[in-house]
């Protein structure tokens, strides 16, 4: 029917994508599913989502604002600070920063929540929003971002209050630098040549400036933000994403490779005969890293690594636990435990010490000093892992039932010690797995290690696989 001429009725009210909300953040093709009404409805949201887990008015709420390298950024930060200011809340704005430092802030400056404008590793035309509540805490589908969605797509949010909240600046580049020096000795670090990896995303404008501090030989890559991301896509975990760094490091006979996602709250080291290492294995050298710091540490890992990450914790004389995936889970966990690193497979390390945030920063500068102190290259630091552990790396099979599929592996390994922490994972004295459906998409994601042989490990990972694909 068409509508009449001067009829008085509404506008449609815009419907946002739900898909948006993901485990951990908010995330989606700018333009498409995300644009600046978007942003600004997010805003809004959020500034309640935090009152809600406060306990405090939106009026009284101090909110930290951080935005990445990407194109639309700008624009939609400034649609996000409206939003949480027309909720009341105070932002302070800290700029184009790596997200790491939008955690440092909130943790620092004991605000009530951040939001950083980020798509993280993702490519150019992604959009979106990484959310924490105080001490850094990161919301998740368990807590807040569910609400986050029901509140952003129940429609317009209403008018504002009176009186919008106050609008700051800071640039918090030099005290985020000096708090990332203090968590080594800078004297110790030897001059080495490093190839460094930006992938045009923060990187070079976050560590850069800690890195020329040091006796580093620096061959430097894409270091350069540009959110049109002209080289290759900031997401280090892809092996075509690497190749540039690990020819480069070997062209130029470099000790180390350093690599960055686009956010850089993670890095990725290539060592010096141009293999990529692990984030289970770098977990592992971490740790002895902070026990030598800090005897009888406690260090959490999840339910996918090696266990080289246990056996070099135990034998360095710390704790290890086991943990779910995810920084929402490890950030709460660190702070019920006091535990002073954790780290994931995925390449997200986690410090006390840093307001419990992961950090792109501290393991670069950690494995720096590691090498300077312990006179050997990378390589030689991880050859006695490499010898002992065999890993499969994460392997993802689409499964439509997965609950059903789950069951019947868990009962064809019944006679191994299983457990639910986190999807399906099986123990045996030479060999183990863990079975993890995904949050999104009907797939089980396989990670299974021998501490036998190469081989050994292929034959258990094909047998596995087998099942789950039959």
């Known amino acids: 029917m068409i509508e009449a001429r001067g009829s008085n009725r509404v506008p449609a009210v815009k419907a946002v994508d739900p898909s948006i909300f993901k485990a951990y953040d908010v995330r989606g093709i700018h333009g498409e599913q995300i644009d600046e009404e978007v942003a600004y409805r997010i805003g809004r949201g959020f500034a309640r989502v935090i009152s809600d887990l406060s306990g405090r008015p939106t009026g009284d709420l101090r909110l930290a604002l951080g935005r990445d390298m990407r194109l639309p950024a700008p624009a939609l930060s400034e649609r996000y600070a409206q939003g949480m200011r027309d909720e009341g809340a105070a932002v302070l704005d800290i700029g184009m920063v790596g997200t790491e430092m939008l955690y440092w802030?909130?943790?620092?400056?004991?605000?009530?929540?951040?939001?950083?404008?980020?798509?993280?590793?993702?490519?150019?035309?992604?959009?979106?929003?990484?959310?924490?509540?105080?001490?850094?805490?990161?919301?998740?589908?368990?807590?807040?971002?569910?609400?986050?969605?029901?509140?952003?797509?129940?429609?317009?949010?209403?008018?504002?209050?009176?009186?919008?909240?106050?609008?700051?600046?800071?640039?918090?580049?030099?005290?985020?630098?000096?708090?990332?020096?203090?968590?080594?000795?800078?004297?110790?670090?030897?001059?080495?040549?490093?190839?460094?990896?930006?992938?045009?995303?923060?990187?070079?404008?976050?560590?850069?400036?800690?890195?020329?501090?040091?006796?580093?030989?620096?061959?430097?890559?894409?270091?350069?933000?540009?959110?049109?991301?002209?080289?290759?896509?900031?997401?280090?975990?892809?092996?075509?994403?690497?190749?540039?760094?690990?020819?480069?490091?070997?062209?130029?006979?470099?000790?180390?490779?350093?690599?960055?996602?686009?956010?850089?709250?993670?890095?990725?080291?290539?060592?010096?005969?141009g293999a990529f290492v692990e984030g289970d294995f770098l977990t592992a050298l971490l740790a002895r890293s902070i026990l030598a710091k800090e005897p009888g540490a406690t260090v959490l890992y999840d339910v996918r690594a090696s266990r080289a990450v246990r056996d070099v914790v135990e034998e360095g004389g710390g704790t290890a636990h086991v943990n779910r995936v995810g920084h929402a889970f490890f950030k709460t966990r660190m702070r019920e435990m006091g535990a002073?690193?954790?780290?994931?497979?995925?390449?997200?390390?986690?410090?006390?010490?840093?307001?419990?945030?992961?950090?792109?920063?501290?393991?670069?500068?950690?494995?720096?000093?590691?090498?300077?102190?312990?006179?050997?290259?990378?390589?030689?630091?991880?050859?006695?892992?490499?010898?002992?552990?065999?890993?499969?790396?994460?392997?993802?099979?689409?499964?439509?039932?997965?609950?059903?599929?789950?069951?019947?592996?868990?009962?064809?390994?019944?006679?191994?010690?299983?457990g639910r922490l986190d999807g399906l994972s099986v123990d045996y004295e030479d060999w183990h797995f863990n079975v993890r459906p995904s949050n999104t998409e009907p797939l089980l994601r396989l990670t299974l290690e021998s501490l036998v042989s190469p081989e050994h490990m292929e034959e258990k990972r094909d047998e596995v696989l087998a099942l789950i694909r039959a």
């Not at 980020?118 to 807040?144: F, I, M, Q, W």
């Not at 005290?175 to 990896?197: N, Q, T």
């Not at 959110?227 to 540039?244: C, I, M, Q, V, Y």
């Not at 945030?357 to 500068?365: F, I, N, Q, R, V």
């Open 105 to 273: 802030t909130v943790g620092s400056r004991e605000l009530d929540g951040g939001l950083m404008c980020t798509a993280s590793h993702n490519p150019k035309e992604y959009t979106g929003a990484k959310l924490v509540r105080e001490g850094a805490l990161a919301l998740s589908g368990d807590s807040g971002i569910g609400e986050l969605c029901e509140i952003v797509t129940a429609g317009e949010p209403g008018d504002p209050v009176e009186q919008p909240g106050e609008y700051t600046t800071e640039d918090v580049g030099e005290p985020f630098r000096s708090d990332a020096l203090e968590y080594i000795d800078a004297s110790a670090i030897r001059r080495m040549k490093v190839v460094l990896d930006g992938g045009n995303g923060m990187a070079g404008e976050m560590c850069g400036p800690i890195l020329d501090t040091l006796p580093l030989d620096q061959v430097a890559m894409y270091w350069v933000p540009d959110g049109n991301l002209p080289d290759h896509e900031p997401n280090p975990l892809l092996e075509e994403n690497r190749r540039f760094l690990v020819d480069r490091v070997l062209s130029e006979k470099a000790e180390l490779g350093i690599a960055w996602d686009g956010d850089a709250d993670r890095c990725f080291f290539i060592d010096d005969t």
């Open 340 to 418: 002073a690193l954790g780290g994931e497979v995925s390449g997200h390390y986690y410090f006390r010490d840093f307001y419990c945030a992961d950090s792109g920063t501290l393991p670069a500068l950690l494995i720096l000093e590691l090498l300077s102190v312990e006179g050997k290259t990378l390589g030689e630091l991880l050859a006695p892992l490499r010898e002992r552990y065999f890993i499969s790396g994460e392997i993802n099979s689409e499964v439509e039932d997965q609950d059903g599929k789950m069951e019947e592996i868990a009962k064809r390994y019944s006679d191994g010690e299983t």
